[in-house]
């Protein structure tokens, strides 16, 4: 399938993602948004955060301190110059104390689209493709962000899930692409459903023997195809099952996590490492829009 | 009364269900009837923790007793801590008499020689287990309350439940505490980990059903149809009838016909080779390294019921089967060389 892009974009806005848990969403294309009206959207949402807290809907009881909004463009933070920029999202707070007038951001969402050519070429002119939204911080923000942004642009957001297809996929990728000479174990945690008692397996391998396991398996260098992957996965699960007789394949997959990043079927997803972080991201814009569409 | 004991008191009553604490002071013993009398349990815990904290003050009472609410604040709930199995054992000699006096007095001599503060206490339960509790302070400081250990001793047997909590730093002189009071020469910490402190001793003690055969033969005699109940109407045919009474047969014979001891967990450390890869000759001769983790609010029960429930096969694996027969819950699997390649050597 699609061969593993270098990451040209830059360390710097890379490093705002990284060890943070981010909330998956699509994004349906957003109508009449204009990039030169980033500061007054800006201003538009922070009135709305503001009227929304004394309606009552507030996140944090108690708390009166004033949020202030600001939405800012990143172009550097997409697969080609046919994606539109990034945008992100940022409510802070000013830290109550004498001493300094600090701003503590308490939330952040992120609007991309990474080698997103597959929505984007087929969209009307008026329309803005950024199918791809990331959000951390209280949930209660990310509700009133949302309607704003689906009151204002007529766009819809829906939680992204992530199936065990999907984190099989970066399962592979990351053991493919060990990023330097960390232990951090390939970890593959599953479910198992319908049990009197729950059951949860965690599989870690160390990921040396992943990668020598995946170099058994892959033909071409750069390249991951779904046959690998299945080949990588079955391997996995027969090596278990050769010790419990219990088969992984009649379980949920439902979180995989590697020194590069980790993923969780609720749509989760945690950055660890700059490095292949935009692949990460094109693999989850080409989820996004498989669920747009 | 000590500001600290004070606050001791009015946190440990905190932590007691509303509708327990009563009977933990009765049991507790240091405040009279009439005192206990006074008490209004019908107001917040907050409030009645601060009544008791008053009787306390007005009978000056001390840590000593204070630690003694906790402990049986623990007896009843053990289940709140993590619990280890640790195995005594002594070489030649035979056992002597076990005298109680002698082993709280060589405990407490043991551990105080090394470490001044210390809070020791005692509780004996009938079936002849010595619950002890140690709060651990530092050479420089008083012992701190709220950093405690326990350790449960069956007099009887060579095993001790432990729960360290913080302060491992302790552990080693703990133990050899225990072996110098008990006398015994060695102590081996078990591969053997829960929550469940009843289910660790079920384990150990062997108080679990284990698997009779005579009992499956007995109950398949009596109905035909066993284990599904009798069907009414004759027209009706259970699919897979004959293979799901084997794999109902040979789970039961695995894991035994009772209910199973309670565990959350139980992990495996892999060192075994990889033999079900695409080109073999690359991966033949190393190691395939992971560690597996099975959770559960009921780990055994739930295993049990994967073979019914078509994610495992029947026979189910040794592996799991062994965890109460082998009394741990810990593993470290190493392939076993020569005759049997399917067969694993757990050191």
């Known amino acids: 399938l699609s061969p593993f892009t270098e990451d040209n974009a830059d360390p710097q806005v890379l490093a705002r993602l990284l060890h943070k848990q981010w909330s998956l969403y699509s994004v349906t294309p957003l109508y009449g948004f204009r990039g030169a009206r980033l500061k007054d959207y800006g201003r538009l949402l922070g009135a709305f955060v503001a009227a929304e807290k004394q309606k009552g809907l507030a996140v944090e009881i108690g708390v009166e301190l004033d949020i202030k909004v600001a939405v800012s463009s990143f172009p550097e933070l997409r697969g080609s110059d046919r994606d539109e920029a990034a945008v992100l999202v940022q409510l802070s707070r000013s830290a109550a104390s004498q001493r300094s007038s600090e701003e503590k951001v308490i939330w952040s969402g992120w609007f991309c689209c990474v080698s997103g050519d597959d929505l984007s070429k087929n969209v009307p002119e008026d329309f803005t493709c950024l199918p791809l939204f990331l959000a951390n911080g209280a949930e209660g923000y990310t509700a009133i962000v949302g309607s704003w942004f689906q009151k204002t642009f007529d766009c819809c957001f829906h939680r992204l899930a992530i199936s065990p297809l999907n984190l099989s996929w970066m399962a592979a990728m990351w053991t493919a692409h060990r990023v330097d000479q960390s232990v951090s174990a390939l970890e593959l945690v599953f479910s198992v459903p319908r049990l009197p008692y729950p059951l949860d397996i965690s599989y870690a391998i160390h990921p040396e023997d992943a990668k020598a396991l995946w170099d058994t398996i892959q033909k071409t260098p750069g390249e991951i195809t779904q046959e690998e992957v299945d080949v990588f996965m079955d391997c996995l699960y027969s090596h278990f099952h050769r010790h419990f007789k219990i088969h992984l394949s009649a379980t949920k997959l439902v979180k995989v996590s590697s020194a590069v990043a980790s993923a969780h079927c609720d749509g989760v997803i945690k950055f660890l490492r700059s490095q292949y972080t935009t692949g990460v991201l094109m693999l989850l814009t080409e989820l996004a829009i498989s669920w747009v569409q | ?347």
């Open chain 2, 1 to 347: 009364m000590d500001e600290i004991v004070a606050e001791y008191i009015r946190r440990t009553v905190l932590k007691i269900p509303r509708d327990e604490i009563k009977t933990m002071l009765q049991k507790w013993g240091f405040l009279s009837e009439a005192q206990l009398r006074t008490l209004n349990f019908h107001q917040t815990k907050e409030n009645i923790s601060q009544d008791v904290v008053q009787l306390c003050e007005e009978n000056s009472t001390d840590i000593k007793q204070a630690a003694v609410l906790d402990i049986i604040y623990n007896n009843i709930y053990p289940n709140k801590r993590v619990w280890s199995v640790y195995q005594m054992s002594k070489t030649g000699e035979e056992m002597e008499c076990f005298d109680l006096t002698t082993f709280k007095k060589t405990f407490k001599r043991h551990l105080r020689s090394a470490l001044k503060n210390v809070t020791i206490s005692f509780r004996e339960y009938e079936d002849n287990a010595i619950w002890i509790r140690i709060a651990w302070g530092t050479p420089y400081t008083k012992p701190n309350q709220y950093k405690t250990s326990y350790v449960v001793y069956h007099s009887q047997t060579p095993y001790v439940f432990i729960s360290v909590s913080v302060l491992k730093s302790n552990l080693p002189l703990l133990c050899q505490a225990l072996i110098a009071a008990s006398n015994y020469h060695h102590i081996r910490e078990m591969e053997l980990r829960s929550h469940s402190l009843n289910s660790l001793k079920d384990i150990v003690f062997k108080r679990y059903s284990q698997v009779s055969h005579f009992t499956i033969s007995c109950l398949s005699a009596f109905s035909p149809s066993f284990p599904f109940p009798p069907v009414a109407d004759l027209r009706i045919v259970k699919e897979n009838k004959k293979e799901k009474e084997r794999i109902q047969r040979l789970n039961r014979e695995a894991f035994g016909d009772g209910p199973q001891p309670k565990l959350e967990f139980a992990q495996y450390k892999l060192e075994t080779l990889f033999k079900n890869g695409p080109k073999m000759d690359a991966l033949d001769k190393k190691a395939f390294r992971c560690v597996v983790k099975f959770s559960s609010p009921h780990l055994l029960e739930s295993l049990k019921s994967l073979a019914p429930a078509g994610v495992a096969e029947s026979p189910p694996s040794q592996l799991l089967t062994c965890i109460p027969q082998k009394a741990r819950n810990y593993f470290k699997i190493r392939e076993k060389k020569d005759v049997f390649p399917e067969s694993f050597v757990s050191p």
